[in-house]
Every structure is written in structure tokens, then in C-alpha cells.
């Protein structure tokens, strides 16, 4: 029982910290994409709790900025097509 549980916890650590090194590498654009629009970053983004969310949003907006719209979950409620 203690192999099975040890078993469950590091696979769990492994998907959380594979997970969380994607969406630090998406907001971050560690890759040198041309665009923010990735479907596992933007996935992972709406899982995020909303502090992260916004820490996510604003990485994004540095690196990416007036050259491209926002990805889903960055956009202005009130304007779309902006920023948050």
C-alpha cells in the first residue's frame, strides 16, 4: 500500500511540475514563439487560479504587447480586441 501511494504522489508531483514548467514557459516565451496563441498555454492559463492568471496576463502582455491580440482569458471585458 505505501509502494502504491508513494507511486500516486510522484506521478502526481511529475504532472504538476511538467504542467507548471509548460505554463511558465508560455507566459514567459522562453520558445520565441511569434504569437501567444498556443493552445496548451492558453488551456493551462484558464486552469490557474486567478492571481496566477493575472501574473500570467501581464507576462504576456510584456512580451507580446502591441504586436498581437490577446490570447483567451487576457482580453478587456469591455474592449476584446485589448488587453486586460
Not at 40 to 65: A, N, S
Amino acid at each position: 500500500m505505501k509502494r502504491l501511494l508513494m507511486l500516486v504522489v510522484v506521478v502526481t508531483l511529475a504532472a504538476l511540475g511538467t504542467g507548471g514548467y509548460r505554463y511558465y514557459a508560455w507566459v514567459n516565451n522562453t520558445t520565441g514563439a511569434p504569437d501567444p496563441f498556443d493552445e496548451v498555454g492558453i488551456e493551462l492559463h484558464q486552469m490557474m487560479p486567478g492571481f496566477v492568471q493575472d501574473w500570467g496576463c501581464t507576462r504576456l502582455k510584456v512580451h507580446f504587447g502591441d504586436k498581437t491580440l490577446p490570447p483567451y482569458g487576457c482580453q478587456s471585458e469591455i474592449d476584446p480586441g485589448k488587453w486586460q
